[in-house]
């Protein structure tokens, strides 16, 4: 791909040649698992028992080492460790911020990065994960839309955050245990709000959660994991019907002349578009309420007729309303909402009859906040552009 190429989602899901050598296991389902194990010499008839063994190995204890799968024959394992690998993402580093959260800086294959975010509550531990390294989306407050969409990850590459999260958290339990047998979980809630357009990259995505909830793995209940979109129409029924998380809109602008310029793939899907396709999203109900993501910007979208604009848009449709306070990063065009501002906005959503919290900024001090993801070398590279040009090299 060269820069004269336009990005398309049709560039983004033309499969690339992955390089000679041992196959890596993370990522595979189920299914897939069992056409390598078969391919690769296992006997059908001992398929879906291997499949099992090894699954349980991988995502319920996190062994990465053929050798320790003591269940399986010491012949078997050292064919499957000619074949076969069990490799996550590499942490490059780890940032902790003053109120516990980490934000982990993740190398991928081709030597790309994304960053991680950890954060911990006193009732769940959330991991913020990312579906893509770049953004197609440009949203204009958000950090990560400045840097340029490089490629999907694949599902092992999503899974894997998951994973290599587990690793520092030392959550793995032993072998022959169960994590929840461990006291409650430090990594108990998956949200896909990082880099990337998680509706983009639909089939990764969708393989990796389900290796997520898998009862004999890491075993996350689907209302645990939560999908973020920017708004990708005809992607949204199918998120119901293939992974049946919890969804959450990107949605921040009541009017489609602002949106347009919050949410650029509002001149794609407007939000009369959007807001039809959530109304039929399959699972909307109150139990499972949409929630809509609304980032505060002070004197853009953040007045009293924003709320009451925004409260009957949403009529019909079983939702919360998170508000966030936009997280300044350097370069920023916008400024945070006022406090008392966000507030009132608050009020006017709460005595509509719906939830309307204020989410509590997190990780500012690391740049892990929501909206600042955007990887180190993307950064530095950013950074030595901004002094050239300074200096008028």
């Known amino acids: 791909m060269t820069d004269s190429i336009p990005i398309t989602q049709d560039v983004l899901t033309i499969p690339r040649k992955l390089p000679e050598g041992p196959v890596n296991l993370v990522g595979l389902t189920r299914e897939k698992l069992r056409e390598v194990l078969i391919e690769n010499g296992t006997p059908e008839k001992?398929?879906?028992?291997?499949?099992?063994?090894?699954?349980?190995?991988?995502?319920?204890?996190?062994?990465?080492?053929?050798?320790?799968m003591t269940n399986l024959s010491k012949a078997y394992r050292a064919e499957l460790a000619e074949k076969f690998v069990i490799e996550t993402p590499e942490m490059v580093s780890r940032q902790i911020s003053a109120d516990g959260t980490r934000k982990y800086l993740v190398?991928?294959?081709?030597?790309?990065?994304?960053?991680?975010?950890?954060?911990?509550?006193?009732?769940?531990?959330?991991?913020?994960?990312?579906?893509?390294?770049?953004?197609?989306?440009?949203?204009?407050?958000?950090?990560?839309?400045?840097?340029?969409?490089?490629?999907?990850?694949?599902?092992?590459?999503?899974?894997g955050q998951v994973m290599m999260a587990r690793d520092d958290l030392e959550e793995w339990p032993e072998p022959g245990r169960a994590t929840d047998e461990n006291g409650p979980r430090l990594l108990s809630n998956i949200v896909l709000m990082g880099m990337g357009e998680p509706l983009y990259n639909f089939e990764n995505v969708r393989d990796a959660m389900k290796i997520a909830m898998d009862g004999e793995g890491i075993s996350l209940s689907r209302r645990r994991i939560t999908l973020s979109t920017s708004g990708v129409v005809p992607e949204i029924a199918r998120t119901a019907e293939e992974i049946g998380c919890m969804l959450a809109i990107s949605f921040h602008a009541t009017d489609d002349e602002t949106r347009n310029r919050l949410v650029p793939i509002n001149k794609r899907w407007n939000l009369a578009a959007l807001l039809d396709a959530?109304?039929?999203?399959?699972?909307?109900?109150?139990?499972?309420?949409?929630?809509?993501?609304?980032?505060?910007?002070?004197?853009?979208?953040?007045?009293?007729?924003?709320?009451?604009?925004?409260?009957?848009?949403?009529?019909?449709?079983?939702?919360?309303?998170?508000?966030?306070?936009?997280?300044?990063?350097?370069?920023?065009?916008?400024?945070?909402?006022?406090?008392?501002?966000?507030?009132?906005?608050?009020?006017?959503?709460?005595?509509?009859?719906?939830?309307?919290?204020?989410?509590?900024?997190?990780?500012?001090?690391?740049?892990?906040?929501?909206?600042?993801?955007?990887s180190a070398t993307e950064r530095a590279r950013k950074s030595k552009r901004d002094i050239e040009a300074e200096a008028g090299l």
């Not at 979208?301 to 709320?307: M, V």
Request: charged residues 25%; aromatic residues 10%; proline residues 5%.
């Open 278 to 374: 959530l109304r039929a999203y399959p699972k909307a109900s109150n139990s499972e309420r949409i929630t809509f993501e609304y980032v505060m910007l002070k004197d853009v979208n953040d007045t009293d007729e924003d709320a009451r604009r925004l409260v009957q848009l949403i009529k019909g449709i079983p939702a919360k309303i998170n508000l966030i306070p936009f997280n300044e990063w350097p370069g920023a065009p916008y400024e945070r909402s006022d406090h008392d501002r966000i507030q009132r906005f608050a009020d006017i959503i709460y005595k509509a009859g719906y939830a309307s919290p204020i989410r509590t900024p997190r990780g500012e001090d690391i740049m892990a906040a929501c909206g600042q993801l955007k």
């Open 107 to 159: 190398r991928i294959a081709g030597g790309h990065e994304v960053e991680v975010v950890y954060i911990p509550e006193t009732d769940r531990g959330t991991l913020c994960i990312s579906s893509q390294v770049g953004c197609t989306l440009t949203c204009s407050f958000c950090h990560t839309g400045t840097q340029k969409l490089v490629r999907n990850l694949t599902a092992g590459e999503i899974i």
């Open 46 to 68: 001992q398929a879906k028992m291997r499949v099992n063994q090894i699954w349980q190995w991988i995502y319920q204890w996190g062994v990465r080492d053929f050798e320790a």
